[in-house]
C-alpha cells in the first residue's frame, strides 16, 4: 500500500516564502506512525507546485499511490482540492484524504461540497489516519464508523464518527526523526490561553500534554546526527512549565548538541532563571505575541497579558542576550488612533528587534469565527470563496480599509524609525559566562542593519551607525569573527581604509585560518597601497577564486610581472585541473 502525505500550495503567493514553505510538523507525526506499522509513505512538500504543474501528474503517474493525505490549513486549501482533483482523474480508485487545521474545523464543508475528498481526518491525526489506513487496506468499509476522529460519506449522509481522544501520552509516539529530518519541533501540545483569533486551543485543547524532557532531547539529538543545527521550537508556550525547560536544557549542554534555536512563549511565562538556561542551551531568539498596546484591546482579544509583565519579559529576555520578537495585531474591534498610539507607546517602551504586524483575520475553529457566524447569520459556505481568511474590519461599521492601511502604515513606520535608537538601548546582563554568547548576539543583530533585512529598508535611519555600535558592542565582551569581519566591511565601504586594516588585523590575529577576515584585510592593505603586506593575506588563500586576481594585481603594483604570470598559470592550471575532476 502506498501512502502520499502531500503539504499543498497556498492560495495566494508570498513575496517572503518561509512562512508557507515548511510542512506542518503533524505530517512528520502521522507519516512516522505509518512508517513504525510498516507502511510505504511518503511526504510531499508541496508549497509551490503549482509552479510546475506538470510535476502534480507526472508524479502521481510514478508513485501511484492507494491513499493520499492532505496536510490542510486554510490557506491551502484550495492548493489541496486542485491536487486532490488531478489525482482522482489520474486514479480515481485512490483515496483522498484531509487532515490538519482547517479539515478538523471545517470537515462538514468539505465532505457536504467537494466529492473528490473521501475522508477527513477531524483533530490530532496520527492514530485515526493509522486506524483508516488499515480499514482501507482490508476493505472492511463497514468497520469505519468504529474509527474514532473521522468524518465520511456513506451514500447521501455525512458520517462523524466520536471525536478521537487526546494522545496523553505523547511519548508513546514514533519520533519522527527516526526516519525523516526536519527543523522544527516541538516538545508540548496545547495551550492553557484563549486567544478569541487562535484556533490553537480548539485543536489541542486547553490541557497542556507535555513530552518529556529526555524524549525531547532525544529527538534533537537524532536530528543533529543527521546534521540539522538550526531548530524551531514550535510549541504555542515553550516555556509553559519552567522546571522542565531548565531540564532540556540542561539535557542539550549535557549531550553537548551545539545548535541555535528559536522559540514562541508569553511574556507572563518567563524569568530569569529560565532565560539564563535558554541562552546558554543555544536560544537566540523568543516570539511573544503582544498583540496591542492597549490593555483595554487586549481584553476584548481575550489575550491576558499585563502591560508590566510584556515590558518585563521584553527587557530580560534582550538582557540575556536573546532577540525579542513581538507578534501584534491591528484592526481589533474598537481600535482607534488612541489605542494604535498605545501600541506605538508599547513599542518603544520595550525595544523588540522585531516585530511582526498582522491584521486581524477571523479563522474557522476561533472564538471570533463563531461570533462572527452568529452575528451576521454566515455558514461554513463562506469558505466556497477563494479567500485565505477574512479581516475582521470588514465587518465592524467603525473601521474601513482606509483607516486600517493608515493604521498599518503608523505602526511600521514608527518601529523603523526607532529601531536604530533600541540598538543603543541594550543592556546585558553582566555575567562572564555570557560575554562570548553577548558577543555574537550583538554582531549578528549588528549584521541585520548591515548587510541583512534592515540594510535596505530606507525607513531604518542611521543602519550603518547601529550596525558599527553593535559590532563594536560585540567586541568590547569577546573576540568575534562576525564582529570584526562586519565592521571591518562597514570601514571598507565608508573609505576608512586604515580603519579597516586596523579592525581586520586584529580579526586576523584571533583568527589566522579566517579566508574571509585575510581576504578583507588584504584587499584592504592595498586599498592604502601595502601591496606586500596584502600578498602575506591573499597568498595563504592562493587557490580562492576571488583572491586570485587581487594576487595577480599586487604582483603588478609591486612591478613584478615575472610573478604575476607565474602565478596566474599556476592558478589557471589548478582551476582547470578542478573543472575536469
Ligand atoms: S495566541 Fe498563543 S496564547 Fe493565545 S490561545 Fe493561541 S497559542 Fe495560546
Not at 168 to 188: C, G, K, M, R, W
Not at 520 to 531: A, D, H, K, P, R
Request: proline share 3%.
Amino acid at each position: 500500500m502506498k501512502i502520499l502525505i502531500i503539504y499543498p500550495y497556498p492560495l495566494f503567493d508570498r513575496s517572503q516564502e518561509e512562512d508557507i514553505s515548511v510542512a506542518p510538523m503533524g505530517v512528520y507525526y502521522v507519516a512516522a506512525v505509518l512508517k513504525k506499522e510498516g507502511y510505504d509513505v511518503e511526504i510531499l512538500n508541496w508549497f509551490n507546485i503549482h509552479k510546475s504543474p506538470h510535476r502534480i501528474v507526472e508524479t502521481f503517474r510514478a508513485k501511484k499511490p492507494d491513499i493520499i493525505g492532505f496536510s490542510i490549513l486554510n490557506a491551502n486549501r484550495w492548493g489541496g482540492i486542485e491536487i486532490a482533483q488531478i489525482a482522482k482523474e489520474v486514479a480515481p480508485e485512490v483515496k483522498v484524504v484531509f487532515g490538519g487545521v482547517a479539515a478538523t474545523f471545517l470537515w462538514r464543508h468539505f465532505l457536504t461540497h467537494f466529492s473528490v475528498i473521501d475522508f477527513v481526518v477531524i483533530g490530532e491525526g496520527e492514530y485515526a489516519f493509522l486506524n483508516l489506513v488499515q480499514v482501507i487496506e482490508q476493505g472492511h468499509d463497514k468497520q469505519l464508523q468504529n474509527i474514532s476522529g473521522i468524518a465520511f460519506r456513506r451514500g447521501n449522509r455525512i458520517v462523524r464518527t466520536e471525536a478521537a481522544k487526546p494522545i496523553n501520552q505523547l511519548d508513546e509516539l514514533p519520533i519522527p526523526a527516526t526516519y525523516f529530518q526536519y527543523q522544527h519541533v516541538a516538545s508540548s501540545r496545547g495551550c492553557p490561553g484563549k486567544c478569541t483569533f487562535c484556533g490553537s486551543p480548539k485543536f489541542w485543547g486547553h490541557k497542556i500534554r507535555l513530552r518529556s524532557p529526555e524524549n525531547f532531547v532525544e529527538e534533537l539529538e537524532l536530528l543533529y546526527h543527521k546534521g540539522i543545527r538550526f531548530f524551531y521550537f514550535s510549541d504555542d508556550t515553550f516555556t509553559i512549565n519552567k522546571e522542565r525547560v531548565v531540564e532540556i536544557c540542561k539535557a542539550i549542554l549535557k549531550k553537548g548538541l551545539k545548535i541555535l534555536w528559536v522559540a514562541i512563549s508569553r511574556a507572563d511565562y518567563v524569568n530569569e532563571t529560565i532565560l539564563h538556561w535558554m541562552r546558554k542551551a543555544g536560544c537566540i531568539q523568543i516570539s511573544y505575541g503582544v498583540e496591542s498596546g492597549s490593555e483595554r484591546i487586549r481584553g476584548l482579544l481575550n489575550k491576558r497579558l499585563k502591560t508590566e509583565d510584556i515590558k518585563r519579559a521584553f527587557y530580560l529576555t534582550h538582557r540575556y542576550g536573546i532577540l525579542a520578537r513581538a507578534y501584534f495585531i491591528y484592526g481589533s474591534p474598537e481600535e482607534t488612533d488612541e489605542t494604535i498610539q498605545a501600541t506605538i507607546d508599547m513599542i518603544s517602551q520595550i525595544k523588540p528587534f522585531i516585530c511582526v504586524f498582522y491584521i486581524l483575520e477571523i479563522y474557522p475553529g476561533t472564538k471570533l469565527y463563531s461570533d462572527y457566524q452568529k452575528k451576521f447569520h454566515v455558514t461554513d459556505d463562506i469558505w466556497l470563496k477563494k479567500m485565505e481568511g477574512i479581516c475582521y474590519f470588514e465587518s465592524d461599521p467603525h473601521l474601513s480599509q482606509e483607516l486600517i492601511l493608515d493604521f498599518g502604515k503608523r505602526l511600521r513606520t514608527a518601529f523603523y524609525t526607532s529601531l536604530s535608537t533600541f540598538a543603543e538601548a541594550l543592556d546585558l546582563t553582566d555575567e562572564e559566562e555570557f560575554y562570548e554568547m553577548h558577543a555574537d548576539f550583538c554582531s549578528r543583530l549588528a549584521m541585520t542593519f548591515s548587510q541583512g533585512d534592515y540594510a535596505n529598508n530606507e525607513a531604518i535611519k542611521e543602519r550603518e551607525k547601529a550596525a558599527e555600535r553593535l559590532f563594536n558592542k560585540a567586541l568590547g565582551y569577546a573576540p568575534d569573527h562576525r564582529a570584526y569581519l562586519g565592521l571591518g566591511v562597514l570601514k571598507q565601504n565608508e573609505k576608512k581604509y586604515q580603519r579597516a586594516v586596523q579592525v581586520l588585523s586584529e580579526g586576523v590575529e584571533h583568527f589566522p585560518g579566517s579566508e574571509q577576515l585575510n581576504l578583507c584585510l588584504g584587499i584592504n592593505y592595498m586599498n592604502v597601497g601595502e601591496y606586500e603586506k596584502a600578498l602575506g593575506c591573499l597568498l595563504k588563500f592562493q587557490n580562492s577564486k576571488e583572491a586570485i586576481n587581487y594576487i595577480a594585481i599586487c604582483y603588478r603594483a609591486l612591478g613584478d610581472l615575472g610573478k604575476e604570470k607565474e602565478f596566474l598559470k599556476k592558478a589557471r592550471g589548478r582551476q582547470r585541473g578542478r573543472r575536469n575532476r
